[in-house]
């Protein structure tokens, strides 16, 4: 009896070989990398990158694109920095401000993409240049926040192995925002939704499912995540930076599209996003060990992956026509 993997299925079983084999390799060549300290760091270090990855499957399932999540991360940064530290507005006042703004700019360019057929391309690479330039308007400089509310979030920690484990609110976060999209796209009907319109929006239509609803939906899903990853990032830095996330969105796509979703729309993970952003951690957290390679390399290797992973979509979607 021969073992057949579902072709859906494949690109994510590559991912986590490609994950482990990197991590244990790592681990190999440097011991102190299969530390519980160093393992809870990849979810503390790419918190940001990951809550944006996360929202950006979900508009990638759906067979559109978003440029726009590291303009965002950058803006939301700033305007909480700005509301509490210029302002002198509570953090959680001016966090809950940033996320609604996120949606609403989401939104926006759902709206865009589905009312006047515009390519989602198009609306966020015009939503990219809005946020990353409404980010420079608020300031130029970055700015540092020194508030008794971040420090006591910095110093928060869940314990999961007392003395050898313990998560900080980015990695929490991250965990959470992961969770939550699982149990959306796998258990909600929005989730169901938003692989059937990827897979074929006129068959999605004729099903009678909201297609409309569902692509404007997958933006503002996405720009929640962005407004968080930028509050995340205030939280990791206490700061808020109109430089922050800049090239953010490459990184994202690549994490998605390693963790195997595919670029067509109606196939892949959230698990398989998690699984790409762990891989960007393991390859940064390796470089740093060696000490002697540039961290451009992580870059390098990424772009390498990448390129690999869109030529193993090529073939599944290929083998599927034929």
Known sequence: MKFRLNKSVLPFAITLAVCALLYVAAGVRFPAFFSFGVFGNFFTDNAVLGIAAVGLTFVILSAEID?????????????VARLVMNREWHPLLAISLALAFGVAFGTVMGALVYFFRIPGFLVTLGGLFFARGASYVLRLESIAIDHPFFTAASEWHLPLIPGKLDLGLPACLFILVFLLAM????????GRNVYALGGSEPSAGLMGLPTGRT???VFALSGLCSALAGVVYCFYTF??????????????IAAVVIGGTLLTGGVGYI??????????????????FDGRLSSWWTKIVIGALLLLFLLLQKLIQTKAVK
């Open 67 to 79: 440029l726009s999540v590291g303009s965002m991360i950058a803006l939301t940064s700033m305007l």
């Open 239 to 252: 700061s808020g930076n109109p430089n922050a996330a800049t090239g953010l969105e490459l990184d994202a």
């Open 271 to 288: 698990a398989g996003t998690l699984v790409g952003v762990l891989i960007f951690g393991i390859i940064q957290t390796a470089i740093t």
């Open 215 to 217: 692509r404007i939906g």
């Open 183 to 190: 149990a959306v796209a796998h258990y909600m009907p929005f």
